[in-house]
């Protein structure tokens, strides 16, 4: 299942490193992306939290003990607890698929909310531990 997605770009964000951006504006549930995953093993869970990739990471399958690396652009949307976009994980195809909550202008950054869910106001882990390491 391949996907063009000709209106997303990646540039530098003030939210932090590189962030994705859309070219054309997004109404509320219209779909930005969906991006398929590399699933890592239940067993290399905790080998990834020792690695560059540990800020790229999603947990995956019904149980949250596997990981996925995020193809495409999904790796890459930043985070905000105020996200105009939000991921819903898709363990039987293997993707992420990423829809617009709300209006997102043309040139504006599409953010989620690292939780999972756009209301959830937890601390994330460069919040509370240490700095984010995005290049």
Known sequence: MAQRVPFLYITQSDLGGRGVFTGEPLDEGDLIEISPVIVLPEAELSIIHNTFLHDY???????????????????????????????????????????????????????????????????????????????
Do not use: M
């Not at 106001?121 to 531990?129: E, L």
């Open 57 to 135: 990471y999603f947990l995956w399958g019904e149980a949250q003990k596997q990981c996925a690396i995020a193809l495409g652009y999904g790796s890459l949307y930043n985070h905000s607890y105020e996200p105009n976009a939000r991921y819903l994980l898709d363990y039987e195809h293997g993707t992420i698929d990423f829809y617009c909550i709300k209006k997102i202008e043309a040139g504006e950054e599409i953010t989620v909310n690292y939780n999972g869910e756009p209301d959830v106001k937890t601390p994330v882990w460069f919040d509370k531990d240490e700095p984010r390491k995005k290049p």
